[in-house]
């Protein structure tokens, strides 16, 4: 009876991990797919089910040294890197005090509910605000347009993380000398740091892989990287090729970087939700 | 001069009364046990105090300074949380240092202090160590020693023990007195382990219903517990408690089990608290301290070691004794056993309002009401 049930949980087992493959399959070939075409010469970079062929740099060095992409890799780091820096330090107290102040479930999924929105409401009177301020086709005017979704999901993401930090901690810095000010940053922030790390991670991937405000808030030199990918595809037809390499270059270090934080940023996902 | 002086302190949490006209003074150097059942407000008493939450009504005073409006950081005073709270990405000497340096105490100063007292605590091989790498035990001691090594003017405690195992938690017990004669700094130390208190508290303060019950020695308190509320609270196993009536200097339980005579008590209702251990084999008493004989079912018996309880029933009623182990030789579960009391350690409560009514010599004594 024992034997037979360590049995059936071997098999189920096989049948589970066969889903997993298949699921995995399914969710990384396009990646392989990319990767192998960005290898392939000009004239079968449009050949689909061709695999066999002789590597070639030639996209690669087009997209890196013949093309804008650098520039718009650049636009997206910096537009990224300023709105994750700018998210935190709105954020940050932000979800402290939404932690600490009693907040209602309610109110605290209001925080995301411009999220639940659909972007294309909100465009129209961002864009004529930027423009009014003269800040179309500006690299700050992305940052501001990516700032309108980055701040809400980035406080979000850390109320969970100070939700999990006992008020002692602070009472504690409190009694030893500290002003409230002094034992949130002494003492409370160094403790959810990983909680900033993911948080960070997480809005810049957001900003990064914006596609929507970007394309509609910039052109020419503050493309950013998302935009001049589109661009690829042209009326002559697609550039498939480069589209590759620039995909490759998009999404590989958020794939890297994400991989270290993953345990973190399932746990903000969870945000401030899971304590009521 | 008393050293800490709470006038009158009420907190309101909305529109639930946590604590409702606090008085207590603590003298300088005193090691006061503030003690009531879990929820009753003790943890709310003492964040007052540090000034971590706001009175909604009542003052403060440490010495003659008012510092009722304070901030925690102004009060000059050190606690110990029940979780520690020690700073998870310090180590035990920054934990341990972090308060002297906020207070602008110069670097040498702060070193020889640390030492000096993770010394006296047996813990200066953990100064490097962090939190997460520490035993309860040892975090514990931690947590003491950052609080001891900023000598403040007051200390708190809330509940420190109650997160070690049975074992560690008398350890500490003697340790945190031992510490406390070494000190002599002004103490109030909260618990809701009755048994806790008894044996650490030179003047226990209990606590329930918002309101202060009771203060005094250990003894005051276990010998004369001034209301119901004290008797059933301390003492363990908790106080039995009997229905009945007294008339004509005579109680008798409501079922009639158990009569006695009384003395200078009023007619009426009341009720008849007797402590396990105040329930003796006939052997154990003289003759003349037989004031109650009664004879028993043996329902449950629960061996402690040296001593067993036992719940017995009369006609109905269970009453908890507790009797040396040595008795237990020829009883057994479902025997008759005869019991005594002695009517000297006979409580006798108001039915209503719960208030003590014997008046002995200890009660003119203390002058507490009847
Ligand atoms: N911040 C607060 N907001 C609302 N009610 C509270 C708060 N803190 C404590 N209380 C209430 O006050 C009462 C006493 O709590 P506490 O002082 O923690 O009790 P104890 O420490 O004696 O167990 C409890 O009923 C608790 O629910
Ligand atoms: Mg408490």
């Known amino acids: ?276 | 001069m008393p050293k800490i002086t709470l006038e009158n302190i009420q907190k309101k949490f909305g529109k639930n009364t946590v604590l409702d006209g606090i008085d207590l003074e603590l003298g300088e150097g005193e090691f006061t046990v503030l003690v009531g059942p879990s929820g009753c407000g003790k943890t709310t008493l003492l964040r007052l105090i540090a000034g971590l939450d706001q009175v909604s009504a009542g003052k403060i005073l440490i010495g003659d300074r008012d510092v009722t409006r304070l901030e925690p950081r102004e009060r000059d005073i050190a606690m110990v949380f029940q979780n520690y709270a020690l700073y998870p990405h310090m180590s035990v000497y920054e934990n341990m240092s972090f308060g002297l340096k906020a207070r602008g105490v110069d670097a040498g100063e702060v070193k020889r202090r640390v030492i000096q007292v993770a010394e006296m605590l047996g813990i200066e091989i953990l100064l490097n160590r962090k939190p997460k790498e520490l035993s309860g035990g040892q975090q514990q001691r931690v947590a003491i020693g950052r609080a001891v090594v900023r000598d403040p003017s007051l200390f708190l405690f809330d509940e420190p023990l109650s997160n070690l195992d049975a074992k560690l938690r008398t350890e500490m017990r003697t340790e945190l007195l031992k510490l406390h004669r070494e000190l002599h700094a002004t103490t109030v130390y909260v618990t809701h382990d009755q048994e806790e208190a008894m044996s650490m508290g030179d003047r226990i303060v209990v606590l329930n219903d918002g309101v202060i019950q009771q203060r005094g020695t250990p003894r005051d308190i276990y010998f004369h517990p001034v209301n119901l509320l004290v008797a059933g609270f301390i003492g363990s196993p908790s106080m039995n408690m009997l229905h009945g009536k007294i008339s004509g200097d005579r109680f008798a339980s409501l079922d009639g089990a158990i009569v006695v005579e009384t003395k200078n008590l009023p007619d009426g209702d009341v009720i008849l608290g007797i402590r396990p251990e105040d329930i003796h084999q006939p052997a154990d008493l003289t003759a003349e301290q037989h004031g109650c004989v009664l004879n028993c079912r043996i329902d449950v018996i629960e061996l402690l070691g040296a001593r067993a309880i036992i719940t017995l029933i009369v006609v109905g009623v269970e009453l908890r004794a507790v009797i040396e182990e040595r008795y237990l030789k020829g009883i057994s579960e479902g025997s008759d056993l005869i019991v005594v009391f002695d009517p000297d350690r006979f409580h006798f409560f108001d039915a209503v309002t719960g208030r003590r009514l014997n008046r002995d010599r200890f009660d003119e004594e203390q002058g507490i009401d009847g």
């Open chain 1, 1 to 276: 009876m024992e034997r037979f049930q360590h049995l059936r949980g071997r098999t189920s087992n096989l049948f589970l991990e066969s889903l997993l493959i298949v699921a995995l399959a399914v969710v990384l070939f396009p990646f392989v797919w990319i990767f192998v075409t960005s290898l392939k010469p000009p004239d079968l970079v449009a050949v689909p089910d061709v695999w066999i062929f002789e590597i070639s740099g030639i996209n690669w060095r087009n997209v890196l040294l013949e093309s804008n992409i650098p520039q718009n890799i650049i636009n997206s780091l910096v537009v990224g890197v300023v709105t994750v820096l700018i998210a935190l330090a709105v954020g940050c107290p932000a979800a402290y005090s939404f932690s600490r102040f009693k907040s209602s479930a309610a109110t605290r999924f209001s925080i995301l509910a411009a999220e639940m929105m659909p972007p294309a409401i909100m465009i129209l009177p961002i864009f004529l605000l930027l423009y009014q301020l003269s800040l179309i086709d500006t690299l700050w005017g992305v940052i501001l347009a990516h700032l309108t979704f980055v701040i809400p999901v980035v406080t979000w993401f850390l109320i969970g993380f100070f939700d999990e930090v006992p008020r002692e901690l602070e009472d504690q810095a409190m009694i030893d000398g500290c002003t409230h000010f002094q034992a949130f940053y002494k003492v409370i922030l160094p403790v959810v740091r990983p909680g900033l790390a993911a948080a960070a991670i997480f809005g810049f991937v957001l900003s990064w892989n914006d596609m929507f405000y970007a394309l509609i808030l910039t052109g020419g030199e503050s493309k950013t990287l998302p935009v001049a990918i589109a661009g690829f595809w042209t009326f002559r037809g697609v550039e498939m090729g480069k589209m590759a390499v620039a995909i490759l270059i998009a999404i590989v270090p958020v794939l890297i970087v994400s991989f270290f934080v993953q345990k973190h940023l399932v746990r903000g996902l969870g945000g401030g939700a899971v304590k009521y």
